[in-house]
């Protein structure tokens, strides 16, 4: 059974920091791996799309990385706002069930 | 224009009645999802519809009921509810089934049961 776990749960960091989201799952037969984030009291929105045959993706100051053998995946955050506070979550398209499995998220708090 | 729209955006209600969320997305989607976002914030799929045809149906108890007049319509019928249903229930459209493209959220229906 899949599992996704995402360290750390919270951090909090000053503006303009570069940070690191970590993310790792426990079965590597994956299509692709997802980087959503979620506002307060709002729905995900879509970051990031990793294929499993991709090693990362780029979007302005996002980059994500999958390592697909050793089942992790990063999101950097370059230059960071207080406007990407939110939580960042990770998603692996499951191989066969046409699903995502989610973990738990990470809480980001960007101080100004 | 929203995206994906989900009514209502709360839910406060006895333990024992029969609710119903309604969704819709005007991005001309084939798939669309229910998911389940519990107290802890873990979210987790519910069903997943493409083209009207159930495709996922998770370990949910048969209280839940999905419904998909159309593709660009997914409801969801909750009889008999209880105190753990208390939630956040998030639909969900992509183009395309299941994990290969990405998936556009609502804002999510927060039920609270009394």
């Known amino acids: 059974k899949q599992e996704v776990t995402q360290i750390p749960a919270a951090l909090s960091v000053p503006e303009g920091e570069n940070l690191v989201l970590n993310c790792s799952f426990t079965d590597s037969a994956i299509y692709n791996l997802q980087w959503f984030r979620q506002d307060p009291g709002k729905g995900l929105t879509s970051l990031l799309l990793i294929q499993s045959s991709q090693r990362e993706q780029t979007s302005g100051r996002l980059n994500a990385s999958l390592d697909k053998s050793s089942g992790r995946s990063t999101l950097y955050i370059a230059a960071s706002q207080p406007g990407d506070s939110a939580t960042y979550l990770c998603?692996?398209?499951?191989?066969?069930?046409?699903?995502?499995?989610f973990g738990k998220g990470t809480k980001l708090t960007v101080n100004p | 224009d929203t995206a994906v729209s989900q009514t209502p955006k709360y839910l406060v209600t006895q333990m024992g009645n029969d609710k119903s969320i309604k969704c819709e997305q005007n991005?001309?989607?084939?798939?669309m999802y229910w998911y389940k976002q519990d107290s802890k914030k873990f979210l987790k799929i519910m069903f997943s519809y493409n083209n009207k045809e159930l495709i996922i149906n998770e370990t949910v108890p048969n209280r839940f009921s999905p419904k998909s007049p159309d593709k660009a319509h997914l409801n969801l019928h909750i009889n008999s509810l209880e105190l753990g249903d208390s939630a956040v229930y998030f639909c969900a459209s992509s183009q395309g089934q299941g994990a290969y493209q990405p998936q556009h959220f609502g804002d999510g229906t927060r039920l609270s049961i009394l």
């Open positions: 991005l001309g989607h084939d798939t």
């Open positions: 998603a692996v398209g499951e191989g066969g069930s046409e699903k995502l499995v």
